[in-house]
């Protein structure tokens, strides 16, 4: 567990963070760590805490495409260090420093994938 403060966290459905992760790396912006929750078909990101503690018009937009926040003082559920296939969680990209990648990036991202207009894929 980590309680969120200098790492907040971005939770979504699976299918949202693969497109989410994919946008970004085909635009060269770093991901950070990202963990799965199979059990639950969801994907969280780690991200640097540069969103607006308050801003209710973003977190309203977020949770209408089923992505929640993790802000200061949540509590963040990572991998076990011991965890084995078939574990509650497992890491997609596990952390290799202190690089989490900019909130805003990761929301720039979703709201790209999240936009109605049609996509090459």
Request: aromatic share 6%; proline share 10%.
């Amino acid at each position: 567990m980590l309680r969120a403060g200098s790492v907040w966290a971005l939770t979504m459905p699976s299918s949202l963070g693969q497109a989410v992760m994919a946008h970004m790396q085909s635009k060269r912006v770093r991901v950070g760590p990202i963990l799965a929750h199979p059990r639950s078909n969801r994907w969280t990101f780690l991200i640097a805490p540069d969103l607006p503690e308050n801003d209710t018009r973003l977190f309203a937009e977020l949770f209408r495409l089923n992505v929640s926040v993790s802000r200061t003082g949540s509590t963040i559920a990572l991998p076990s260090p011991t965890a084995s296939v078939g574990a509650i969680r497992s890491w997609i990209v596990p952390p290799r420093n202190g690089f989490r990648p900019s909130g805003r990036e990761v929301v720039a991202a979703i709201r790209a994938w999240a936009d109605p207009a049609p996509r090459r894929r």
